[in-house]
């Protein structure tokens, strides 16, 4: 099943605790084995459990693609060591003094939405790495991570924003807005998703699924 509602220890807002691409899913240790079973089953790529800077906030400290993986500076040796283990996976360290590279950077193959805040020194990094960059702010949010769902076959975005089509164009992929978690408008924090499937809070609501469902590229 594509569509998988739960909590991670009866928090809603499960997009913090993980990121998903089509190749690989990055979750916290402290999840039970029967739900790392269904989020197997619902976005159908290998699942690594892991800490980042010595907590379960993957989604917010990590950022990334189906082959690079983007980390702060802050992660300890032997968690860097542990994501290095990943098989074709690109881990690459960030010096940046906005470690939640989740909630500032979003990710559709070679592009990358951006936060006006972060250095120029990381724009220029993610340019060396190939990445083609959009600096840009989301419903007048620098936090452009936090505010959109990506995945490769569609996006959600936070529903007050009114850059839509310019972020269309700039990603060459279909979107449109919506909400997660009873009108949560940032709502990469409620969602893990991939283009097989995605994971929301227990309190997405059936009209908030319903869009979702579209916007990701899922009823196409």
Not at 119 to 126: C, G, Q, Y
């Amino acid at each position: 099943m594509r569509i998988l509602k739960l909590n991670f220890h009866s928090n809603s807002n499960v997009g913090l605790f993980g990121l998903a691409t089509d190749s690989y899913c990055l979750l916290p240790k402290n999840l039970k084995d029967s739900i790392v079973d269904e989020i197997k089953n619902a976005l159908k790529v290998p699942v690594y459990q892991v800490n980042i800077y010595n907590t379960h906030l993957i989604g917010m400290f990590c950022a990334g693609n189906e082959s690079t993986l983007l980390i702060p500076n802050v992660l300890w040796d032997h968690e860097i060591k542990e994501l290095n283990k990943i098989k074709n996976l690109k881990v690459v360290i960030l010096e940046t003094k906005h470690t939640a590279l989740g909630n500032n950077l979003a990710f559709h193959k070679d592009k990358c939405l951006i936060s006006s805040n972060m250095e120029k020194s990381v724009i220029e990094k993610l340019k060396d790495l190939g990445f083609k960059i959009k600096i840009l702010e989301i419903a007048e949010n620098s936090t452009v991570g936090s505010c959109i769902a990506i995945t490769n076959k569609g996006f959600l975005l936070h529903r007050d924003a009114e850059n839509l089509k310019e972020i269309e164009k700039f990603l060459e992929l279909k979107g449109d807005i919506g909400t997660v978690n009873l009108g949560n408008p940032y709502v990469r924090t409620g969602i893990i998703a991939n283009s097989h499937g995605y994971i929301v809070g227990k309190e997405t609501t059936g009209p908030e699924l319903q869009r979702i469902d579209e916007s990701l590229g899922f009823l196409n």
